[in-house]
C-alpha cells in the first residue's frame, strides 16, 4: 500500500460518523435540525491542479466550480462557500474572476482565511448547500439492471487544456468548467447512484462500481466524445470535464439531455468492464 | 493600501451574506432550519503558522484546535470537520495527532480533500458547530461601561515557541494550545461581545473595539501573564494563547475563571488605550 493509499485508509479510522459517509462520496451530508446539509471541500495546488502561468480569475472559477459540482452530483442547492486563500500572484484577478463565478451561481461568500505563503499556491475552497430531495444521492446504490448515463461528452477539458499550454486554441472548457446544479436537481429522485465525473469516467465510473458493489459495463462506442474519434480512449481518461454520471432503473429515461453509455451488473470479479473486458492501465487521475 | 489589504476590502465587496458577518467575525453564522450553524475555515502553512522541523501531529493538533477555539468564542458546540490535506513530510504522524485531537474533543471527522503538493505544505480546516445560545455572540456587541474580561495569561506560547525553537525546556503550550470550549459556552449567554486572542492580546482587542464601534481601555497591569514582568509588553502582542476575551456588563461577574483586564468606553479618537493612552507600533500578527 503506497503511503497515500495508507494516508487515506487511516483518516477513513477516523470518519465514522454517519454524515462522512466513510469518505467514499463526493460529499459529507448531514442531518440538522429538519434540513440536510451538504458539505464538500476541494484543495487546489499550483503546478499540480493549475498552471503558475493562468489567470488567476479563471483559478478561482474552476475552484468554485468544481466544488459546485459535487453539490450538483447530491441534487442540493448552494448555500455558499469559505474560501482557504494564500496571497501570492494577481491577487485582484483572483477576486475579480471570484466574484464572477459566484455571481454566476448566485452563491455567497460566508467566510474563510488568508494567508501569506512562502511557496506554490495552495487554495481551498468548502461549499455548503442544502438538499433538495432525500434519501441524497450516493456513488453507491446503483442496481443490477440499471442504465448507465452521462449528461454530456468527455475530452473536451483535456483538448482545452492542450490549448492553454500551447497558448492557441479554445481553452474555455478547461479554465471555466460548469457545474450542472440544475441537471442534478432534476435528476436527484430519479436516480440509483450520481457523482460528478472529475478525475476521469473510467476511474469514476469504477468508483461508483466499487461504491455499489456492483458490476459497471461501459460501452466504449456510446460514450459521446469531444475529440477526434483517434483520442476516444485518451478523452475516457481524462478528467475535468464535471459531466455527471448517474444509474438509472431500467424504465426511466432521464429528462434532462444524457446518453446511456452502459448498465449495472450484478459484482463479477473486475469492478469495471469496457464492453466486456476490464480495462488495463490508468483509468485517471488518482489522488489528485 | 497594501495588497492584502485591498484582496481582504475587495473579498468583504463579496460578502454580503448576513451569516457573513462582512468578514469581520471569527466565524460565519448561518441560520438553517431550526438550528444556527456556526462555520470557520483556517489555512496553516509550513514556514508561517509551523516549523517545518515540527512533529506532524502537533500540527494536526494545533490546526484542529485553534479552528474549534473559533467555535468556542461563540459559545457553539462543534458537530464536525473537513480537512484539506497536503500530502508531504510523516502524513502517518499527521494522522495520530488529528486522532488524538478529534478524540480529545469527541469531533467527528466528516470529509475533506487530500492533495499532493509540490512546495511547503498548506493545511486547511473547515470546522462546524452549532449555536447553544442566541444571539450568537460576536466581535461587535461591547457596550460603553462594559468590563474586560480575559479567561487566563497570555505569553506561555511564546515561552513555548522558544523553547521549541531552541529544542530544550516546555514547548506544550505552542505545540498543543487548549480550545476553550466549555467556558465558551458558559459565557455565550452573558456576553456583550466575545472572542479568542489568537493574534496578540491588543491587536485582537483593537478588533473588538473596530467591529463594536467603541474604545477599549486595557489596564496593562492587569492582564495576566506567564512570563518575567521584564517581557510584559512583548506577552501582550504574542498570539497563540487562544484564551477568551469577553465584554460583560459591569454587573456581571464571569462564572468561569478570568481577569478583568479593562473596561469599554464610548468611541473616541483611538479604538485601543493602554492605561489611556493609544498604544504605538505593532500590536499582534496581522495577515497570518
Known amino acids: 500500500?503506497?503511503?497515500?493509499?495508507?494516508?487515506?485508509?487511516?483518516?477513513?479510522?477516523?470518519?465514522?460518523?454517519?454524515?462522512?459517509?466513510?469518505?467514499?462520496?463526493?460529499?459529507?451530508?448531514?442531518?440538522?435540525?429538519?434540513?440536510?446539509?451538504?458539505?464538500?471541500?476541494?484543495?487546489?495546488?499550483?503546478?499540480?491542479?493549475?498552471?503558475?502561468?493562468?489567470?488567476?480569475?479563471?483559478?478561482?472559477?474552476?475552484?468554485?466550480?468544481?466544488?459546485?459540482?459535487?453539490?450538483?452530483?447530491?441534487?442540493?442547492?448552494?448555500?455558499?462557500?469559505?474560501?482557504?486563500?494564500?496571497?501570492?500572484?494577481?491577487?485582484?484577478?483572483?477576486?475579480?474572476?471570484?466574484?464572477?463565478?459566484?455571481?454566476?451561481?448566485?452563491?455567497?461568500?460566508?467566510?474563510?482565511?488568508?494567508?501569506?505563503?512562502?511557496?506554490?499556491?495552495?487554495?481551498?475552497?468548502?461549499?455548503?448547500?442544502?438538499?433538495?430531495?432525500?434519501?441524497?444521492?450516493?456513488?453507491?446504490?446503483?442496481?443490477?439492471?440499471?442504465?448507465?448515463?452521462?449528461?454530456g461528452s468527455v475530452g473536451a477539458a483535456m483538448l482545452a487544456f492542450e490549448a492553454l499550454k500551447i497558448g492557441s486554441g479554445d481553452s474555455l472548457a478547461y479554465r471555466r468548467p460548469a457545474a450542472l446544479l440544475a441537471q442534478g436537481r432534476t435528476l436527484a429522485p430519479l436516480v440509483s447512484a450520481m457523482m460528478d465525473v472529475s478525475d476521469g469516467l473510467l476511474l469514476d465510473a469504477r468508483r461508483m462500481a466499487e461504491a455499489s458493489d456492483m458490476t459497471i459495463d461501459i460501452d466504449r462506442m456510446a460514450v459521446p466524445i469531444a475529440t477526434p474519434e483517434a483520442r476516444r480512449d485518451e478523452a475516457l481518461r481524462w478528467g475535468d470535464d464535471y459531466q455527471l454520471l448517474v444509474a438509472l432503473p431500467a424504465d426511466i429515461t432521464p429528462p434532462v439531455p444524457a446518453h446511456c453509455i452502459g448498465r449495472v451488473l450484478p459484482r463479477g470479479t473486475a469492478p469495471l468492464l469496457l464492453d466486456g473486458i476490464a480495462p488495463v492501465g490508468t483509468l485517471g487521475y488518482e489522488h489528485r
Chains 1, 2 share one sequence.
Open 1 to 151: 500500500m503506497s503511503a497515500e493509499s495508507a494516508f487515506i485508509a487511516a483518516l477513513r479510522g477516523l470518519a465514522t460518523h454517519p454524515a462522512a459517509r466513510g469518505l467514499n462520496d463526493d460529499c459529507a451530508v448531514l442531518e440538522i435540525g429538519s434540513e440536510t446539509l451538504i458539505l464538500t471541500h476541494d484543495v487546489m495546488a499550483e503546478g499540480v491542479h493549475f498552471l503558475a502561468q493562468q489567470d488567476p480569475a479563471d483559478v478561482a472559477w474552476k475552484l468554485v466550480a468544481s466544488n459546485l459540482s459535487d453539490l450538483a452530483a447530491k441534487g442540493a442547492e448552494p448555500i455558499g462557500v469559505l474560501l482557504g486563500y494564500q496571497l501570492g500572484g494577481d491577487d485582484a484577478r483572483f477576486v475579480a474572476g471570484l466574484s464572477e463565478v459566484l455571481a454566476h451561481y448566485n452563491v455567497p461568500l460566508l467566510g474563510g482565511d488568508t494567508i501569506s505563503g512562502t511557496g506554490a499556491q495552495v487554495l481551498g475552497l468548502t461549499a455548503l448547500g442544502r438538499a433538495t430531495h432525500r434519501p441524497v444521492p450516493a456513488r453507491s446504490g446503483a442496481q443490477p439492471g440499471d442504465n448507465l448515463w452521462l449528461t
